[in-house]
């Protein structure tokens, strides 16, 4: 059974920096990703960073390049999501995910797995 929780949202003003956790479990693939998604209140989720489970490959969604970074510690079992230069417009609720697959791995809606989210909130 897959089990993803996630910590370290908070409150931070703009230009300031947050890293967010994702504690996993029960996931195995070898070929799979695993992803954050946000979903800003009134809007679409978005997939704002993947990392490929079989080379750790990295991509994020433009919005987010040069300022965000995803990273996996495997001896943890730890996802992580480094947020600096934080903008008000990152404010949302930020989920961890995961899929079997490493197809569509920027787009929200193709993850199986789903944490039960964190909290971001940038203040201008």
């Known amino acids: 059974q897959v089990q993803l929780v996630e910590s370290g949202g908070g409150s931070v003003q703009a230009g300031g920096s947050l890293r967010l956790s994702c504690a996993v479990s029960?996931?195995?693939?070898?070929?799979?990703?695993m992803g954050w998604v946000r979903q800003a209140p009134g809007k679409q989720r978005e997939a704002v960073a993947r990392?490929?489970?079989?080379?750790?490959?990295?991509n994020y969604a433009d919005s987010v390049k040069g300022r965000f970074t995803i990273s996996r510690d495997i001896v943890k079992n730890t996802l992580y999501l480094q947020m600096d230069s934080l903008k008000a417009e990152d404010t949302a609720m930020y989920y961890c995910?995961?899929?079997?697959?490493?197809?569509?791995?920027?787009?929200?809606?193709?993850?199986?797995?789903w944490g039960q989210g964190t909290q971001v909130t940038v203040s201008s």
């Open positions: 029960g996931f195995t693939a070898s070929r799979g990703c």
């Open positions: 990392i490929y489970t079989r080379d750790f490959d990295t």
């Open positions: 995910a995961v899929k079997s697959s490493d197809t569509y791995c920027l787009t929200a809606d193709k993850y199986g797995y």
